[in-house]
């Protein structure tokens, strides 16, 4: 059997960017039971005490230089992030390697599907690596992006601004509204103008054929959900700002899902004359 080949030195940055992300403290970072049992299956027996990250960087920065190879790094990424590791939890496998991609990607290097470094077309950019990763973009087209909101967020979605994403997508919903009914306003003023308020006026736009108790129903808790996603995401990103906001990634994702079903039943409502 012909020995493994064997890699140069990685440079200090690139095995500190990995470090970072898989001993991150939150999710989907590595737990320090997990690196210990990881750190043992590439013969390393121990690390320092104290923080994920700084020990983990160290336990592999250490071993590489002492063997003169960057063989330890690769196999400590090949055990970490092989796909049965995450065979009931796929969307932290997910997760990982899009980080890690995103990180390591200005090194010229990638996670592949099989869990594997990889070469890659290397970064030189924040847009370009982002835009190299394909995280967001990606994910959000695996899970039924609608095309509508391709046109607000291209820009947010290369620069991977989860604040200005949802800010601009939510924009996108009242901003169709208003091009599909020729109507102003925003807010509560438009979707009660379009869809109704009560009191026997026939709605502007229908999203059902409005006759049945459900459908009127149904309709009544789509203008709700509208005006949810105005008091909910728009507003406290049209007060707040980027600095002070924590977006969670799996929120992001939903947010997104929730955005594009409001298209898609968009693209099947009807203006009445």
């Not at 509204?177 to 306003?185: D, E, F, K, N, Y």
Request: overall charge positive; aromatic content about 8%.
């Amino acid at each position: 059997m012909p020995e493994p080949r064997k890699l140069p030195v990685f440079d200090v940055a690139f095995v500190k960017a990995l470090c970072d992300v898989l001993g991150q403290t939150d999710f989907p970072g590595l737990s320090n039971a997990e690196i210990d049992q990881l750190l043992q299956q590439v013969n390393i027996t121990s690390r320092q005490a104290g923080n994920k990250r700084n020990s983990l960087f160290t336990a592999l920065y250490e071993k590489q230089n002492r063997q003169s190879v960057g063989n330890v790094v690769a196999a400590f990424v090949a055990r970490s992030m092989h796909p049965s590791r995450y065979a009931k939890n796929p969307a932290r496998f997910t997760s990982l390697r899009d980080e890690l991609n995103e990180a390591i990607v200005f090194f010229g290097w990638r996670v592949t599907e099989t869990g594997q470094l990889g070469r890659a077309k290397q970064a030189s950019t924040l847009a370009e690596g982002a835009e190299l990763a394909g995280r967001l973009l990606t994910e959000l087209t695996r899970r039924g992006l609608h095309h509508e909101l391709t046109r607000y967020c291209s820009e947010e979605f290369v620069t991977r601004s989860l604040f200005h994403a949802i800010a601009e997508a939510s924009k996108s919903v009242p901003s169709r509204v208003r091009s599909l009914t020729g109507l102003a306003g925003d807010g509560d003023a438009l979707y009660n103008g379009v869809f109704g308020t009560g009191g026997g006026v026939r709605p502007r736009m229908l999203i059902n054929q409005f006759v049945t108790e459900s459908e009127v129903s149904e309709h009544k808790g789509f203008k709700n959900l509208l005006l949810g996603i105005h008091g909910h995401y728009r507003n406290p990103r049209a007060h707040g700002n980027r600095v002070d906001s924590n977006e969670n990634l799996e929120d992001f994702y939903d947010a997104f899902a929730l955005f594009s079903y409001v298209h898609r039943r968009l693209d099947r409502a009807v203006v009445q004359p």
